[in-house]
Nanobody, 117 residues
Framework: QVQLVESGGGLVQNGGLLRLSCAASGSPFSTYAMSWYRQTPGKERELVAH????????NYADSVKGRFTISRDNAKNMVYLQMNNLKREDTAVYYCHADFGVAGGYWGQGTQVLVSS
């Protein structure tokens, strides 16, 4: 089992930046990939960024490429999402997800990001 706790969300102006953090505990952190998702009311949860277990491979949604960076520190059991040049459409609840492939995964409780104009 894995427990995930996100932090770092908040209110930011259009064009601003935030850094989300996700602390993991439970199963050995370096053995599974991690992702950040986001969700707005009435919409499905969408994948924002993904990072492999060792951190050598990252993938991003087209809407955030060039603005967001996912990273992880396996020594600290942490995954991060650096969000630059935030736009109003980035407003959402952001969730980190531990990816165990066909075995499923685990979700954090989410952290709210609100971008104001």
């Amino acid at each position: 089992q894995v427990q995930l706790v996100e932090s770092g969300g908040g209110l930011v102006q259009n064009g601003g930046l935030l850094r989300l953090s996700c602390a993991a505990s439970g199963s050995p952190f370096s053995t599974y990939a991690m992702s950040w998702y986001r969700q707005t009311p009435g919409k499905e949860r969408e994948l924002v960024a993904h990072i492999s277990s060792a951190g050598g491979s990252m993938n991003y949604a087209d809407s955030v490429k060039g603005r967001f960076t996912i990273s992880r520190d396996n020594a600290k059991n942490m995954v991060y999402l650096q969000m630059n040049n935030l736009k109003r459409e980035d407003t959402a609840v952001y969730y980190c997800h531990a990816d165990f492939g066909v075995a499923g995964g685990y979700w954090g409780q989410g952290t709210q990001v609100l971008v104001s104009s």
